[in-house]
């Protein structure tokens, strides 16, 4: 049966069973003295709007091809293979049957070698997110570790290799499953040498009015608050030229420019504290500090 496509944007309508996901690797998780078979998935997905390289002059979709200046013709993607150059002008051919001989533990495992705890770890850290999940012999075992890990309130600090790399990478729980982060290495994050500014002399007014406005701004995360309100815009865009409406109006810059910091500070307390995320304006006003500072007498 063919897919329904949406009348606006040309966009294909979702189906109505999702696919089940498909494993990019499989190997296990090994700590100790115990290993566990698992499956690895992508975690995340992009929903962002694509746009394609066009000719001006025609508006044909340009193409992106493997030239071979030898032959001075395209190549397809079945007659590309890797090569490292290890001297100018001079390349090694790598399969991946020799990247299966390479002398590693992490072609096949997710060497665990540390538990940390998750605050300790810096998120500039993060790559992308992974799930894994336990092949029918490990469930017990995987079951074991994912309720270990969340009693201790620990993660786990592994290496993996996938793509042609080895990855420094973060195992904790997530839900029924594990996810595992890809980390970059501590070479790999630039220093802060040269666009860090001098410190600033801060009033202890300045201070505790800014303390006033965070406490007055905080709420416990729920991401389904928030919205790629672009990707929204954008398609609206899309929509009105496919259809040849008006395009819609661009925001309204700010036309209020508050130099005085501690002016602009009053002024965003005194907003927040009026009309907290959520209130409309019917309704009575209330301080989002003193809920947190009720949640903190009764937690302490």
Partial sequence: MARKTSRKSGLAAPKEAARAPRAIWRGAISFGLVSIPVNLYTATESHDVHFHLLHKADGVRLKNIRWCPKHEKAVPWDEVVRGFEYTKGRYLTITDEDLEHLPVKTVHTVEISDFVKLEEVDPIYFDKAYYLAPEETGVK???????????????????????DKENLCLVRPYQDVLTMETMLYANEIRSTQGIAVDGAAVSPKELQMAVSLIENLSDSFDPQRYHDEYQAALKQVIDAKVEGAPLPAPQAERSEKVVDLMEALRASVEATRKKPSGQTDGEAPATRTRTVSSRRRKSA
Avoid: D
């Fill in 141 to 163: 075992a995987f079951a074991l570790l994912r309720q270990a890990l969340e009693q201790t309130g620990r993660a786990a600090v592994a290496k993996v290799a996938i793509r």
